[in-house]
T-cell receptor, first 115, second 108 residues
Framework: DAGVTQSPTHLIKTRGQQVTLRCSPKSGHDTVSWYQQALGQGPQFIFQYYEEEERQRGNFPDRFSGHQFPNYSSELNVNALLLGDSALYLC??????????????FGPGTRLTVL | DAKTTQPTSMDCAEGRAANLPCNHSTISGNEYVYWYRQIHSQGPQYIIHGLKNNETNEMASLIITEDRKSSTLILPHATLRDTAVYYCIVRANNDMRFGAGTRLTVKP
């Protein structure tokens, strides 16, 4: 049973470019959440997708957008990259939107470096 | 913002119990206490969660005070592979707010 997978593992972009990160949830999971983790800090919630819709959003600008596909996989898009967007981007999957007693399983992350 | 307070770092001797405290004095009645850990450059790993009662699984035990304002994660026999950053999180939905966590170092 595959866990949460993310691609690519590492990515280098320049300021102003756009990037797309991908996530496949754990088998049986239908909800995907995205987090940004800057060096030395805890993960920060970006947004969450369920039934192909954005359901919750953290304090991130509109440059951060996403999509969920019918097979529950998800993409995170970041436009007009800034140096400060350099971080580890984590995807987590879970089952359903029921209140917080179902654990989220995290992928290994995508390390984005913006030059 | 994170709703929890944890010590920045802790040390533990290999083979001894590691007790990691967490304060969550503003926790609401419907919020669960979750613990995750993150080994360097990997995604966070789920450890345990609870609402009111103490919980135990194969990895750890979670002790929640009666007033639910604090909790302690116990690793009964710490090994070198338990060296990681441990995050205590309170949540009522799928939006998890991580703080800075506790960096636990298990020493030989």
């Amino acid at each position: 049973d595959a866990g949460v997978t993310q691609s690519p593992t590492h990515l280098i972009k320049t300021r102003g470019q756009q990037v797309t990160l991908r996530c496949s949830p754990k088998s049986g999971h239908d909800t995907v959440s995205w987090y940004q983790q800057a060096l030395g800090q805890g993960p920060q919630f970006i947004f969450q997708y369920y039934e192909e819709e954005e359901r919750q959003r953290g304090n991130f600008p509109d440059r951060f957008s996403g999509h969920q596909f019918p097979n529950y996989s998800s993409e995170l898009n970041v436009n007009a990259l800034l140096l400060g967007d350099s971080a580890l981007y984590l995807c987590a999957s879970s089952w359903g939107l029921v209140a917080g007693y179902n654990e989220q399983f995290f992928g290994p992350g995508t390390r984005l470096t913006v030059l | 913002d994170a709703k929890t307070t944890q010590p920045t770092s802790m040390d533990c001797a290999e083979g001894r119990a590691a007790n990691l405290p967490c304060n969550h004095s503003t926790i609401s009645g419907n919020e669960y206490v979750y613990w995750y850990r993150q080994i360097h450059s990997q995604g966070p790993q789920y450890i345990i969660h609870g609402l009111k009662n103490n919980e135990t699984n194969e990895m750890a035990s979670l002790i929640i005070t009666e007033d639910r304002k604090s909790s302690t994660l116990i690793l009964p026999h710490a090994t070198l592979r338990d060296t990681a950053v441990y995050y205590c999180i309170v949540r009522a939905n799928n939006d998890m707010r991580f703080g800075a966590g506790t960096r636990l170092t298990v020493k030989p």
